[in-house]
């Protein structure tokens, strides 16, 4: 084309380029009312609260001391080093921070602008990729999902067949490495539809070829090492899968349909690797495979409606319930989208609505998920030696009139400014404004 019909394109250009750019100035002057907290400089007591270990009993007008971002001492009759800063926290409740165990929070800023989501990588097979390393510390979804409790997000790639590696990242700090509290959570896999049945044959032997080089890689890579073989040159991609079969990192299968799950668990056990089913929509008709092989499910959407025409109005509102009577471990993730992560609590108190026990409904966000992920060493329930991730709250966090007054992350008093508080305030204003003439 010639540069005459090329210059409204240009501008069209320039024009999409300055509206994203501005857009993103506008929300990073609201996330700058999410000011870091500085690390734990004193011991901190929390005292006269219900504290609800999870793991344990709860305590009644009890005391919960931290240090150093740690869990020290928990109970009714607790000393008190020299210098310890005490909040009166009588008639209020403690829990364990939440925990998002599927998100894409700090990848995804803005739907309608592709400069700001950062979810998916070029090509099939990317299990090298550590999302964390995309990590955006300024993301005003960060203080929001904050507000309603959920102190970590399990934040995880997208797009291919073997998207890459999830990382726990907590809910405040600098920057992307002062906020990871684990990477390599586990390697997402997206498991084909099998309703296109000649691509679905295709992509499953795709998959294997992939496992299956990497296999090979590894052994060629410690034959090298132990002296048996040449050199055998460095493979970022089928490096970063050792950890799968050395049984360090388990493989997250996003499947939903019971033929899915079924060839996930059989493809799983065929490989030896650890399995994760995520999504799981019809993991209720295969509970007896599931527990055979002790393969937990990650609930993704309880809030949403059945997905086929002969179901009941409540299948998705009481798969959990379903689960937990049929003995298959499970943790609730909500919709993956950053923007959602505050409906977290919604999510399960929906299922605790349809069937779910209230308390097992609160560990399906807290301990489970962080049994299910390898994280329980540091968070999911208070108990001495854990990360004082916690929450301070009027009630049971997935009530829907519950209101999180303060929470901390890793003994750090996190900001409670968001950018729904920051709207809230200004418009609230307007009113009174408005009010007053």
């Known amino acids: 084309m010639n540069a005459e019909t090329n210059y409204p394109m240009k501008i069209s250009l320039i024009t999409t380029f300055l509206f994203a750019i501005t857009l993103i100035f ?78 894409q929070m700090g990848i995804y800023e803005i739907g309608a602008v592709d400069m700001t989501t950062d979810i998916n990588e070029q090509g099939t097979v990317n299990p090298n990729v550590m999302v964390e390393r995309a990590f955006n510390p300024e993301s005003r979804w960060i203080g929001v999902g904050r507000s309603a409790g959920v102190l970590t997000s399990v934040t995880s790639p997208g797009g291919g067949l073997v998207s890459g590696q999830s990382a726990a990242m907590m809910m405040d700090g600098w920057a992307w490495d002062e906020m990871t509290l684990k990477s390599g959570v586990g390697l997402i896999v ?27 890689y590894k052994t060629a890579r410690r034959a090298m090492e132990n002296g048996d073989a040449p050199h055998h040159d460095f493979d970022t991609r089928w490096n970063a899968m050792i950890p799968v079969f050395d049984g360090e990192r388990p493989v997250v299968v996003n499947a939903n349909e019971v033929r899915q799950i079924q060839d996930a668990i059989t493809w799983a056990v065929e490989e030896g690797v650890e399995l994760i089913i995520l999504g799981g929509r019809d993991a209720h008709l295969v509970t007896d495979q599931l527990k055979e092989h002790n393969i937990p499910v990650i609930i993704t959407m309880v809030l949403t409606s059945p997905n086929r025409n002969w179901e009941s109005y409540d299948a998705r509102y009481s798969l959990p319930a379903r689960l937990y009577d049929a003995g298959v471990p499970f943790a609730i993730a909500g919709a993956s989208s950053a923007p959602y992560a505050n409906r977290l609590p919604h999510e399960v108190g929906a299922a605790a609505a349809f069937g779910l026990d209230v308390d097992e409904a609160v560990r399906s966000v807290t301990l489970s998920p962080a049994q299910i992920l390898g994280l329980d060493d540091r968070i999911g329930s208070l108990e001495v030696g854990k990360d004082a991730t916690l929450l301070i709250t009027t009630g049971n966090p997935i009530e829907y009139a519950t209101q999180v007054e303060q929470v901390y992350i890793l003994g750090r008093k996190s ?3 968001d950018s729904h508080k920051y709207f809230y305030q200004k418009y609230r204003e307007k009113v009174d404004q408005r009010a007053a003439n």
């Open 26 to 103: 506008s929300f990073s002057l609201i996330a700058q009312n999410q000011t870091p907290a500085p690390p734990q400089s004193e011991p901190i007591a929390l005292v006269g609260g219900t504290i609800h270990t999870i793991s344990g009993d709860v305590i009644e007008n009890g005391t919960i001391l931290f240090d150093n971002g740690k869990i020290i001492a928990i109970g009714t009759d607790v000393d008190l080093p020299e210098g310890t800063r005490t909040e009166d926290v009588s008639g209020k409740h403690i829990y364990p921070g939440l925990i998002d165990a599927w998100s």
């Open 190 to 216: 997206n498991w084909p539809n099998p309703s296109n049945t000649g691509n679905y044959t295709t992509q499953l032997r795709y998959l294997r070829d992939a496992f299956a080089d990497a296999r090979a």
């Open 415 to 417: 900001d409670m400014m």
